[in-house]
């Protein structure tokens, strides 16, 4: 796979037009959406929606042919080598930059963009193709709908196998019927009462079998059954819709499983399969980090330099002040995030194996976002503490970054099992 650290052209292009919408839209409207933490961000939805409509197409297109190739030659490894050459290959890569850039304009409105996301990767990995046709074909084409994604529990976070809402099969109607609870699940009122979305839940068909036993649904919106029980009011990312709730007898269609319904007590590969997801998305949690450092690195530099103290490139380390010193480590810190990031991005771009690079990317971003932002409060002293500037906000705003997605520690240990070759147990 070659390197190239040149941007290519087509996303040169695109850049610069979210650019615009970073600078004029969001930026400006950061501190409000930060202070009124349950509106929405309409403008930013309604700009984004056709260019977002325009990537959905674009890759439930692509993956729907990979699926066709698939039927014709087998499922085999021709298929395989010739859906490699044939992908697009800069999707992901150009999403990625995209965010970062977003995510530079604010972290939290950037959340509020419609689009499949988790829901439509997880539908992505493991769904059919005519799932794939029945549930995503709807975000690209009508007014703006979210996805969303729920997993975590009360008491089910990093612990996945402890997660207790239940899915159970009624053969007399072929449905499943959920019943429990869900915390922490973004976009959740966007994707089930503001929008014609979805939402892919997690649930267990048989708590005896453990991971094994695990399942993602899909929940329409307005599905009977479900209600938002809470809005989340947080520390930071508060323009994003976060929301609870409860799952009573809440029935869907027997066909809104994803992945194969069969319980098999001696493997979790079906479980494994369908956490490819994070594979794909934990790249855009990193690129979204790194944004929210950007913005506090460059505003801390540019600050601090209209009072004399200026970035020195050319001297030796120990020539510097340490405020010098600590805003070349802060963008040395956010350079090596990023190409983590661009390595773990062009993996999946390639079709190549990235749970390593994903886990690695996500790892450091998180570090990074959380460590460089602390130092821009800092250096500022009282203006960096003041809601007179945003670098308060975006110190909020990071932390974050090394929670959601698989937490720091998690990820780590995925590393960890990844290079050392353990499994999860032995490396407990």
């Known amino acids: 796979m070659p390197i190239e650290f040149k941007l ?96 530079w304009g604010d972290a939290g409105i950037y959340l509020c963009i419609p689009a499949s996301a988790l829901a439509g990767a997880a539908i992505q990995a493991v769904g059919t193709p005519e799932q794939k046709e029945r549930f995503l074909r709807r975000f690209t084409e009508g007014e703006p709908k979210w996805g969303a994604m729920a997993m975590t529990e009360p008491q089910a976070g990093s612990d996945t196998s402890n997660i207790q809402t239940t899915a159970t099969y009624d053969p007399e109607t072929n449905e499943w019927v959920l019943n429990g609870q869900k915390i922490f699940c973004t976009s959740g009122k966007l994707a089930y009462e503001e929008s014609d979305g979805l939402i892919v839940v997690w649930a267990t068909v048989d708590k005896s079998a453990g991971r094994a036993g695990m399942k993602p649904f899909v929940v329409e919106a307005g599905t009977p059954g479900l209600t938002i029980v809470k809005e989340e009011k947080k520390l930071g990312i508060r323009a994003s819709d976060t929301v609870s709730f409860v799952l009573e007898d809440c029935r869907i269609p027997g066909d809104n499983i994803l992945g194969d319904p069969e319980v098999k007590k001696k493997t979790d590969k079906g479980f494994k399969g369908a956490m490819r997801t994070f594979d794909a998305t ?81 790892v450091k971003a998180g570090k990074v976002v959380t460590w460089v932002t602390q130092k821009a409060v800092e250096l500022l002293g009282p203006l960096g503490y003041s809601t007179a500037t945003l670098a308060e906000k975006w110190m909020r705003d990071a932390k974050i970054n090394d929670i959601y997605e698989g937490t720091g520690q998690i990820n780590t240990l995925i590393v960890a099992r990844t290079i050392l070759g353990y499994t999860r147990r032995e490396l407990k």
Do not use: C
């Open 8 to 103: 290519p052209r087509e996303i040169e292009k695109q850049l610069q037009a979210v650019k615009v919408v970073a600078e004029n839209v969001m930026r400006p409207e950061s501190r409000y959406f930060d202070e009124h933490e349950h509106e929405r961000p309409v403008n930013f939805i309604h700009m984004m929606w056709p260019q977002m409509k325009e990537m959905e197409r674009a890759n439930l297109e692509a993956s729907l042919r990979r699926d066709r190739r698939l039927r014709e030659n087998g499922g085999g490894g021709v298929a395989v080598a010739e859906e490699q050459q044939t992908r697009q290959r800069l999707g992901n890569m150009t999403l990625v930059h995209m965010i970062e850039m977003l995510s």
């Open 282 to 362: 934990r790249p855009i949690v990193a690129a979204s980090a790194i944004g929210v450092g950007r913005a506090a690195f460059e505003f801390a530099r540019d600050t601090l330099a209209k009072q004399g103290v200026r970035m020195e490139y050319n001297k030796p380390r120990w020539k510097l002040s340490s405020v010098q010193a600590d805003l070349l480590e802060m963008e040395a810190q956010l350079r090596v995030a990023w190409l983590l990031t661009l390595k773990a991005t062009a993996l999946l771009d390639a079709g190549a194996e990235n749970k390593l690079a994903a886990s690695m990317a996500k």
